[in-house]
């Protein structure tokens, strides 16, 4: 296998000299990797002369690898390509500004403040004044009127201000995203060999002639050809379509792509392309060219319900499958997307149609009055020359209007949940929770299920041989290895060293005195620590068996439960050695060696008394048992396809208990997962003994409680009827009361997760989370509202399935990310909260205020202000409060609590009574209590009035303290609790306050302020704080006792959804709620909505490239970033080509379609039911994007 020229030159000088070139180009190679299977053998043995031949032209060595010379690496960089696909370029600065300044509201403001400009100019002559109704001005009004211009400017400055604002939230948060993808990309590591060692290499390392370890569970990181495989199959349905799983060996199929998911076995490949060489860089590239007609597509989008449906560009690795996702219609359960921002939605729609009638109201009112009492009382004539004036007061009238308008419309919401989610997912990755998709952040805090895996999650994933059965003896330590008879001392250090993946080692302590480290299966770590303690040394095993003289490997896999393999004996005939689940591989053993290592007959009385002694005793203990065994075959060789004539007749060596103890945090977290009404369950694929002494230790069991510890298969019998199909009415009975599920299978947690996920047993549906690590995870990670997948244990293809990568493996890390969910919702609601009573009180007192005296009370530029404060600030401030430990001791909300529970009502009411009491009594009586001028009926551009500036001042100060009360909605009486561990709050309540001080003191015309003597001051701020000792008044006032209190901000009814979402695949709550409600200034809600958009099916060019798939199916690229397009239109209904067309007229042409949980049914399959093993293969591949898809909801 050794490469002979790799010895002839010296590593180092190989590639010195630049003129030396490789013995192929790229396009040659990107050439062969369009091959497929017997095409491909072909090119490389007629070509190439062999993969061997192939690594000597590639100039690397396929046992060694490659030097790891730098200067060679930089040179096959530079020939061959680096292993990235560049992003696509992010939004500038200025993008993000014009699209701020789409907001319709913003624009209506801005054209009124250029006309309010231009008319300031205009100067009518002097003696016209009093014919136009206006008061003669004096010769100080003079300078004042020339000073008629600064209101236009400054509403324009204001506009401005807030456009930057929005743009630098935009801006920052995309950054964000971006770099939370450069961390998820560096964590994407693979095995691979160089200088003759394994070392984890970053993904964008990777060089064209590395060779690679490949294993169960990994995702491709380039195109390759396999040298060594075992047992390999692949899932490509990224790439073809196809969603039978490929198998891969030398002599059918060697070509390995990128993008593809390892599904079973393992092996070594030769890397032959990378980056924008790999046939999913050349996807990409195609898609990116492809956009410019997709561009033009999307303007001619069609319509439905009369809204524009954005069809969107190619530019993403969110992957959907197109083909599957046709329009079948289905009475299955929709998955809904983002509840919360649903409701806040529905919520925004509501407020902002009432601000719209409030500002229209308004205007009118100022309008008539105006004319009424100019054209009517006065009976003055319209004079021509008086038109520009009249125009100003109607412009003046409408920039109050839309002032109104501005304030009402709580633009601040999607900002406020956007800083929120964005602030807890920064949070979260220190509590070792990396979000993929952001509103998983918020559906934790409504989760009422966690389904979890054992191993590694509740168990410290530390395994270690305790006890042990070998000839007849139980030992309860491990024995010492005279006490073995030699013979039967070799088979156990043969069967596990050979037996196991060459890639599972125990490498040194790292620190002296620590425990040895375990890499790679923790089981077969386990296995070879034993080995060790037996005082032998498996390497020297391996190093005599290398993996090339393995003959033939049956690698571990959920339905074998077993790893087996064969080698040939020296003396001529095979030996199959095999290890598994002690009671599947007793079953299949007929004999076992006894005390002197001699073989015995073992029939199934013996078995049965074996486990009831040997094995029952550890597994009530808490431990795996596992079973070694060995097969001889001396009569010539089987045939090795037939895997159940092999896996028989075997020889029992020993079985053995290996320790997982549980982690110290668990039963902790798990009890205050109990207190916070979330149940535990465990899905685990141990001996039932084994699942519940670990359940017990853990407390999700208690000695007393009803529950039910089930196995896969009564699970199945229980819940299935006769034709084996899954009745949700059994399913019903069964799952409230099940803690544990042993032996259970992938769709079996699939088939649990989606029937507690379905079912209208109880008042609110069930929220699940759930953890997984396998490759077969996929599914149920998928159809779970939350999927965690396991940082370290975990397999690309789960954490690609999920929505949160738990980098730590740990429990404790699911309760954490509970927290933050919950303190999500609250950090909302006391936004809300607060935006609320300024909205009340300001569009009342600009209405009435309005109507009474012809001018509102807040000036445009102060309600401006007053709109930035509680809009930018307050949502900074409020939505970035820190979790506390209180957030654990209720029960959730669930899907259908409304935001705006019946105390927040009282106090929202309660502090708007208390505001515009004060305002109103300063506005009609204010000037009398100060002494001073009164401010009301000023003329146009008249200077700023002490009085109208105390109202401000009073109005701004009392908004601050509010602040303050919003910190608490759950009617608790210390406002200030935990105020010093907010530094933002803190910073944002001081920074408004002096702010405050410098635009009353020197804003002067543009903000129509003056300054304020001492005494005024220390009156406006004993108003303010008066605001909370009000708030201390309110919520002694029992919420009970006012029964006329409403709650708002409900969820969608069932009803409607079912009404709404008919033909959506997924149920976008905020998306419905702007279908009802089509207020066009909801794009600008939209607009905060940076939602990444999804690779849409492969164009005809790539048909050929890819040997025309069956299905157009999405491409994986791990190693891209996600795009950031702002969705400005609403939903996103993937558009049917024609080949679709014909499959949705002849349904029952045999294809499948991708129900909208991720499930795959023939169409023949009318039930709803889970699916079955065959199918479940399946799904994984349907997974997502990557780990990139970082699908945000915002």
């Known amino acids: 296998m050794t490469n002979p020229t790799e010895h002839a030159l010296p590593a180092n000088s190989m590639v010195e000299s ?80 014009w699209e701020a300044l789409q907001d319709v509201t913003l624009i209506i403001l801005e054209i009124a403040a250029i006309i309010s400009l231009v008319l300031s ?64 990309e560096k964590e994407q590591k693979f095995s ?24 169960y569970g990994d995702l491709l990181p380039a195109d390759g050809i396999l040298i ?92 959907i499958d197109n083909e599957e996702k046709e329009k079948k219609v289905t009475k299955l359960p929709k998955k809904e997307k983002s509840v919360l921002q649903g409701k806040l939605t529905r919520l925004a729609v509501q407020i902002g149609k009432a601000g719209l009638i409030m500002s229209a109201i308004t205007v009118l009112i100022l309008i008539l009055y105006f004319v009424i009492e100019n054209f009517v009382i006065h009976r003055r004539p319209w004079l021509a020359e008086c038109t520009p004036i009249y125009i100003q007061y109607f412009v003046k009238f409408f920039i109050i209007g839309i002032t109104v308008l501005v304030v009402a419309v709580p633009e601040g919401l999607p900002l406020a949940v956007t800083i929120s989610l964005a602030y807890s997912v920064k949070k979260m990755m220190k509590d070792n929770n990396l979000v993929r998709h952001l509103d998983a952040c918020e559906t934790m805090g409504n989760a009422t299920a966690i389904c979890s895996d054992k191993t590694g999650t509740l168990t410290m994933n530390r395994m270690t041989v305790v006890q042990a059965y070998i000839g007849d003896t ?177 020889t029992c060596i020993a079985v053995v208990g290996i320790e997982d103890p549980v982690r110290p945090e668990v039963p902790e977290a798990i009890a205050k997962c109990k207190r916070a009404g979330i149940t535990v369950r465990m899905v685990t694929g141990d001996n039932i003994n084994t699942a519940r002494a670990i359940a017990t230790k853990c407390g999700i069991v208690t000695p007393g409680d009803d529950f039910l510890c089930l196995e896969g298969k009564e699970f199945n019998r229980l819940i299935r009827n006769e034709k084996g199909e899954v009745e949700q009415e059994k399913l019903d009975k069964i799952w409230p009361k099940l ?119 807040l ?31 209720r029960r959730p909300y669930g899907r259908n609590k409304p935001l705006i529970s019946r105390t927040m009502m009282k106090n929202i009411l309660g502090h708007a009574v208390y505001q515009l009491t004060v305002i109103f009594f300063l506005v009609f009586a204010g000037e009398r209590f100060f002494d001073i001028d009164s401010g009301r009926k000023a003329p146009l551009h008249s200077p700023p009035s002490q009085h109208y500036t105390i109202i401000f001042n009073t109005f701004v100060l009392m908004q601050l303290f509010n602040e303050i009360n919003s910190r608490k909605i759950h009617g608790e009486r210390n406002v200030f609790a935990g105020i010093f561990r907010n530094l933002i709050f803190c910073s944002v309540v001081l920074g408004t306050f002096i702010s405050q001080i410098l635009i009353v003191e020197f804003g002067g015309k543009p903000f129509s302020c003056t300054k304020l003597t001492l005494s005024q001051w220390f009156w406006c701020l004993f108003i303010g704080i008066g605001e909370l000792l009000w708030g201390q008044i309110i919520s002694t006032i029992p919420t009970q006792s006012l029964k006329f209190l409403k709650e708002a901000g ?100 045999g294809t499948r379609a991708l129900l909208l949980d991720g499930e795959v049914t023939p169409y023949a399959n009318k039930n709803n039911n889970a699916v079955d093993c065959s199918q479940v293969q399946i799904v994984a591949s349907h997974s997502d994007s990557p780990l990139h898809s970082l699908e945000t909801s915002v």
């Open 18 to 97: 630049h003129e030396v070139d490789f013995g192929c180009t790229v396009m040659e190679l990107r050439k062969l990797m369009e091959l497929r299977s017997s095409d491909g053998i072909d090119q490389i043995n007629v070509h190439y002369g062999g993969v061997t031949n192939l690594c000597s032209r590639l100039k690397t060595n396929p046992v060694e690898g490659l030097s790891g010379n730098p200067t060679d690496l930089e040179k096959r960089k530079q020939v061959f390509g680096q292993n990235f696909i560049p992003p696509k370029k992010a939004k500038t600065f200025l993008e993000l500004v």
């Open 121 to 184: 100019f205009y100067r009518p002559p002097g003696e016209e004044n009093e014919q136009c109704g206006l008061p003669v001005s004096s010769p100080e009004d003079e300078g004042e009127a020339e000073a008629g211009w600064i209101e236009g400017a400054a509403i324009l400055f204001s506009v401005i201000i807030v456009v930057l604002v929005t743009a630098f939230n935009d801006w920052s948060k995309e950054k964000q995203f971006r770099g939370l993808q450069n961390r998820i």
């Open 192 to 215: 691979v060999i160089r200088n003759g060692h394994i070392i984890q290499l970053p993904v964008a390392e990777i060089v064209v002639g590395d060779i690679a370890q490949i294993k």
């Open 228 to 319: 060594q495989g075992n047992d390999l199959k692949i899932d490509e349905s990224s790439l073809t379509g196809e969603s039978d799983h490929v198998k891969k060996s030398l002599e059918r199929d060697p070509m390995l792509l990128s993008g593809t998911h390892v599904m079973e076995g393992s092996g070594r490949m030769v890397v032959t392309a990378v980056g924008i060489n790999s046939q999913t860089g050349i996807i990409f590239t195609l898609l990116g060219a492809s956009e410019g007609e997709e561009e033009e597509k999307k303007k001619k989008a069609k319509t439905q319900d009369g809204v524009a449906l954005e069809i969107q560009p190619l530019n993403s690795q969110e992957g």
């Open 474 to 650: 139980h030992y309860h330590q491990i024995p010492s290895p005279d006490a073995l008879v030699p013979k039967v001392l070799d088979l156990i250090v043969n069967g596990i060293s050979i037996n196991s993946a060459y890639t599972s080692k125990i490498l040194p302590p790292e620190k002296e005195g620590g425990l040895p480290r375990q890499v790679g299966n923790k089981t077969e770590c386990a296995l070879l620590g034993f080995v060790t303690d037996l005082k032998q040394d498996y390497h020297a095993v391996r190093n005599e068996v290398p993996e090339e003289k393995l003959y033939k490997v049956y690698t571990f896999n959920s339905v074998r439960k077993s790893m087996s393999t064969v080698i040939e004996k020296p003396s001529g005939g095979y030996r199959m050695y095999s290890k598994g689940a002690s009671e599947i591989i007793l079953r299949k053993c007929n004999r076992i060696l006894d005390k002197k290592g001699e073989v015995m007959p073992f029939k199934n009385k013996d078995r049965d008394e074996m486990v009831r002694t040997v094995i029952e005793p550890m597994a009530s203990q808490g431990l795996r048992t596992i079973c070694i065994a060995y097969r001889d075959f001396n009569d010539g060789e089987p045939t090795w396809d037939n895997e159940s004539e092999i896996l028989t007749e075997l």
């Open 739 to 857: 803690r544990v599920l042993a032996r259970s299978s992938p769709t079996d947690k699939h088939t649990l997760v989606k029937g507690i996920i379905d079912s209208t047993v109880g008042e609110q549906r069930q929220v699940v989370a759930v953890t997984g690590d396998g490759t077969n995870d996929g599914p149920a990670l998928k159809k779970a509202d939350v999927g965690f997948a396991m940082g370290i244990a975990g397999t690309d293809v789960a954490k690609e399935a999920s929505d949160i990568i738990l980098t730590d493996d740990n429990f404790t890390s699911i309760v954490k990310a509970v927290m933050w969910g919950r303190n999500v919702y609250d950090s909302i609601s006391k936004f809300l909260q607060f935006q609320l009573t300024v909205n009340v009180v300001a569009v009342i007192v600009a209405f009435t205020g309005a109507c009474i005296t012809q001018d509102s009370p």
């Open 859 to 889: 000036k445009a530029v102060q309600m401006l202000w007053v709109n930035l404060i509680m809009d930018t600030f307050a949502s900074l401030a409020l939505a970035t409060e820190p979790p506390t430990e209180s957030l654990l001791k």
């Open 1050 to 1149: 409900h969820g969608t009814t069932k009803e409607e959804i079912t009404k709404d979402a008919e033909g959506l695949d997924e149920i976008d709550h905020a998306e419905m709620e702007l279908r009802r409600g089509q207020i066009l200034w909801f794009r600008g809600l939209n607009r905060i909505q940076t939602q990444i958009k999804v690779v849409k099916a492969f164009h005809s060019s790539l048909h050929e490239s890819i040997q025309k798939p069956k299905n157009q199916n999405s491409i994986h690229n791990f190693m891209t970033h996600p795009e950031f397009a702002i969705d400005e239109e609403v939903p996103r209904t993937p558009l049917l080509d024609e080949h679709e067309e014909e499959n949705l007229d002849n349904p029952t042409s």
